[in-house]
């Protein structure tokens, strides 16, 4: 691979200047107020001193890394990437129903260069692009394009030289997905890379088994012990140059453990266990709630937040659904609607229990 941009390096580091110029903003606005000004009593010398440095640091944060300084530039950067992910999702739209508007029009010859040249056009843009911006906003957009691109282009020519489709290509998008990922620090990218590769370690598994690749999405259970790869892959692989990678492998492999563990409770026919299929629904029901306790567990231990509010929001769906089917048929309606209202107020009591011991234990460690 030829060398990075210019300004690689920069975005590399960009999330840990962005932490460093957050950390130095609320510490400016806690020490402005007056309960932390009469703790500290900073002298007029230490309190000037203090603000040149931190206006000094922030300057040079933003100048060199474009991070944000302020709370409203943080909801107006949020704004611009909610804008480049739909914008590069509309552009993709727009590209290919322009194409398939005008498709038949065209001998194949050009319809082969269109396809081919779309993915390599928006890759050169995603490479021009990261070389001048420091921020990744218009390079999320065009690589977005170049994926949906590449995508497009494996699919028109398997169906121009009627192809048989192979689960290769997964492969094929979710190496290409990973490659713009590291390439230029994209989250985005990564997931849908791991999105894909796992798809293909799944299908390529149910093709070995002698069923049609595509019925790879009814076999729940491939996916159990891939979504606890992925989850688990940080703990193995380390990502210095991309410590904000991280979350997204643990995010995509909770994601896809736990809605693996719902479809399975839902629908215990597609399960590969020789029970019946109340037995297997109970066991799922039973698993799901048993590892999203482990998650949330894990999540607190570790400060990961993200893993924390998918074991949540696991072991909720699981119970109130687990609630519904056992029930819902014979309970009347405004009880079972009562019933879980009480429920949720437990939860809630049952999870402020937990963060008061949380803080208590905090508190002695700070002691």
Known sequence: MSPGPRNQSNKIDRAGAQQAADRIRILREE??????????????????????????????????FDVDTTASQKRVSWGMRVASTLGGIAIRAAIVLFFMRYWGYLDTSI??????????????????????????????????????????NLVVV???????????????WGTFALVLAYRYGLRLMLACGLLFLMSYVAAAYIAKMGYHWLDFADRPECFLLIGLAVFALPFYVKHSDH?????????VGALTFFVAVLSLAEWGAASYLNWGTAAIERFYEFLG?????????????????GTVNTGASCF???????????????????????????????LLLAFKRLRRSIVALDTAVLA
């Open 31 to 64: 020490l402005a107020s007056s309960e932390i000004a009469s703790v500290l009593a900073l002298t007029p010398d230490q309190q000037a001193r203090f603000d040149e440095w931190s206006r000094a640091k922030l300057a040079t944060l933003s100048e060199q």
């Open 111 to 152: 319809q082969l260069v269109i396809v081919i040249l779309t993915p390599l056009l928006a890759l050169c843009g995603t490479e021009c692009t990261a070389r001048r911006e420091r921020t990744h906003y218009f390079t999320g957009l065009l690589a977005l394009v170049a994926l949906a691109s590449f995508v497009m």
């Open 158 to 172: 398997g169906s121009i030289f009627n192809i048989v489709s192979t689960e290769r290509a997964l492969l094929a």
């Open 243 to 251: 410590g904000n990678f991280l979350p997204v492998y643990r995010l």
């Open 289 to 305: 709630l048993l590892c999203s306790g482990g998650a949330i567990w894990l999540g607190i231990v570790r400060g990961w937040s």
């Open 316 to 346: 909720t769906l699981v119970l109130y659904t687990r609630l519904y089917h056992g029930w819902w048929d014979w309970m009347p309606k405004y009880l079972f609607f009562a019933a879980i209202g009480v429920l949720g107020i437990c």
